[in-house]
């Protein structure tokens, strides 16, 4: 636990399910006010009924379409209004669709660099602003991947959205550093997450997934909430630019891991 976390405000992109929901259930155990986002329809599950039922004063639910300049600044408006500030934006909010790159639509590269790309520059934007507009130091942390490093084929829009993460926030942080504004990027690995919820549906395909993890575990939600708990702590007082993977040993080409090559 974090002691200076509590009483802050955060927001959390893509906030009611699988990652972003653990980081605003571990936001709010630690005392935090958080502004919970979700696009489209809501669909209350039963870990975000739990969370709204034990903390009814402490946690907003708030419509808000990370690629809508407008709704990006409504939802920022919305944490500072009902909560009187703002400490911490978590852009969370990410999709993924698979094609060859020769057949992919074009439509579909848009989306997924609309979502992932875009949206992470909104929210930054407006993370910034509110920041700046009390003289409040702020932390910053993006949903990047181990494919922001690992090129992963037949997902060349989500590659090069997150390879364009790393660059993005290394570069605001540089930027607002001496405002003692920190940005820093989060890096999962194979996560149980609806993201991955077909995939991991399928035995052959959750071990082959499970494989190319070194220490041989897909990784739960709340080993990435950990580690942004940790970033938007003081503990991370002097962290900034950073990629914190969380990846069980990923990215570290895991076909040499028995001295093969
Ligand atoms: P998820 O599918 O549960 O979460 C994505 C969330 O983003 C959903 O709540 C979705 O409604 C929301 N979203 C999509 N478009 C949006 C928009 N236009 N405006 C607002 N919200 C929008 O899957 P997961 O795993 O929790 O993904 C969260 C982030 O973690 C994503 O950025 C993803 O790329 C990243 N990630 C996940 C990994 C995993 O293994 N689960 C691995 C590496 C990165």
Redesign the pocket.
């Known amino acids: 636990m974090y002691p200076d976390l509590k009483g802050k405000t955060a927001v959390v992109?893509?906030?009611?399910?699988?990652?972003?929901?653990?980081i605003v259930g571990r936001y709010l155990e630690e005392g935090m006010n958080v502004v919970a986002?979700?696009?489209?329809e809501l669909k209350v599950t039963d870990d975000l009924k739990a969370l709204q039922d034990k903390y009814e004063n402490t946690l907003i639910v708030f419509q808000?379409?990370?690629?809508?300049e407008e709704e990006i600044d409504a939802l920022s408006k919305e944490a500072t209004d009902k909560f009187g500030g703002l400490d911490v934006w978590v852009n969370?909010?990410?999709?993924?669709k698979p094609f060859p790159t020769a057949e992919m639509p074009y439509d579909e590269w848009q989306k997924v660099i609309?979502?992932?790309l875009n949206?992470t520059f909104l929210g930054t934007r407006a993370a910034l602003r509110a920041f700046e507009k009390n003289f409040n130091k702020g932390s910053i942390i993006n949903?990047?991947?181990?494919?922001q490093q690992i090129p992963w084929p037949t997902f060349a829009h989500?590659a090069a959205s997150?390879g364009a993460s790393k660059l993005f926030t290394e570069t605001v942080a540089l930027e607002y550093a001496e405002k003692g504004i920190r940005v820093n990027n989060i890096?999962?690995?194979?996560?149980?997450?609806?993201?991955?919820a077909e995939k991991f549906a399928d035995p052959i395909q959750r071990m082959q997934t499970q494989s190319m993890v070194p220490m041989g575990e897909i990784?739960e939600?709340s080993y990435?909430s950990d580690a942004a708990a940790f970033l938007a702590s003081e503990q991370a007082h002097y962290i900034t630019g950073s990629s914190l993977f969380v990846d069980g040993g990923m990215k570290l080409y895991p076909s040499f891991q028995h001295g093969a090559g």
Request: one cysteine or more.
């Open positions: 992109t893509g906030g009611t399910t699988g990652l972003g929901l653990a986002d979700y696009v489209g808000a379409d990370v690629t809508s969370n909010a990410g999709i993924e609309n979502v992932n949206g949903m990047s991947s181990v494919h989500y997150k890096c999962p690995g194979a996560i149980d997450t609806p993201i991955n990784g939600p990435v």
